[in-house]
């Protein structure tokens, strides 16, 4: 079996102008975003992008407005063509692929779900669904029937002969979602897919990309601006400003421990105890200590606080299935609890 991570991404460069090639060596010397526009008139989109994607993880993207996440995304199956760089897909650099290679990789290999749906508005429900497998020439009784499956899946049972038109915007996506897995690709590409839908409708999206997650371990790309969703969905977050990474890798760790004052600000605002996890705070076992209850690794710190009953001396042991691997107090917890605040190289505690 491959150590090679499913998408490996290695110096990518973006820039867009009719000069593109010849600035990138402004860029590597140091140039900045706002300077390349002023003195030579073109955009840098990416600078110098290295991620590994694992096989059967959600990576999340993100970043504000102009960060370059979509940009990103769009180079993995070549809708945007890089300035500079590599792209690695399955050991294969998918930026030196031939027209119909590039072609049987967007078709088998990757699917994409947009933001604003694209379904086709003539089209019913279960001939959007298929549509990918209508593409690669299968005949309409297997492509149906896969279709209906993954409708089925998502919650859309009986909606097959309804026009996207006739349904809500969190029934379109549902649809969007069960093309993409009518595909049966390996990878899911995410661009702010659930950014249009109402909050309550986009949480149920959230879980229901979980859920199936749990259960196909796909691949999975997804682009957000919004932190929340970043840090519940992702495995591996990689958060882009300027077209550069500032910070990638595991969400908690990076709520823990911000890398830039420009993080530290982005996390600022968060509900840690929400998002915070018990395997992010727990400490080595001590197998002779006594302790008040045990609590999964994946319990959040908010569910801890409703059971500690607002005691300060309340201890757990951290469980992982039957098997103890830690234990945390309310001492842990509350330290947890603690942002991080930018000045300077100091830190300011403040709950």
Partial sequence: ????????????????????????????????????????????????????????????????????????????????????????????????????????????????????????PHRTVLQNAALPLEVQGVPADERNKEAQKWLARVGLDGFESHYPSQLSGGMQQRVGIARALTANTDIMLMDEAFSALDPLIRTDMQNLLLELQTELHKTIIFITHDLDEALKLADHLVILKDGAVVQQGEPQGILLKPSDPYIEDFVSDINRARVLRAKSVMKPLDKERKHNADIQISANLESLIAMSGGSTEYSFRVMDGDKAVGQMDMQDLVEALVPRVSGGGNETAAL
């Fill in 1 to 120: 079996m491959s150590d090679l991570p499913k998408v490996r991404i290695s110096g990518l460069f973006k820039i867009f102008g009719s000069n593109d090639k010849e600035m990138v060596k402004h860029v590597q010397g140091g140039m900045g975003k706002a300077e390349l526009l002023d003195k030579h008139r073109h955009v840098l989109g990416l600078r110098d992008i290295n991620v590994d994607m694992q096989a059967g993880e959600i990576t999340v993207v993100m970043g504000l407005s102009g960060s370059g996440k979509s940009t990103l995304i769009r180079h993995l199956n070549r809708l945007i063509e890089p300035t500079a760089g590599q792209v690695m897909i399955d050991g294969e650099d998918a930026l030196k692929l031939s027209e119909t290679s590039l072609r049987k990789l967007r078709q088998e290999k990757m699917t994409m779900v947009f933001q604003k749906f694209a379904l086709l």
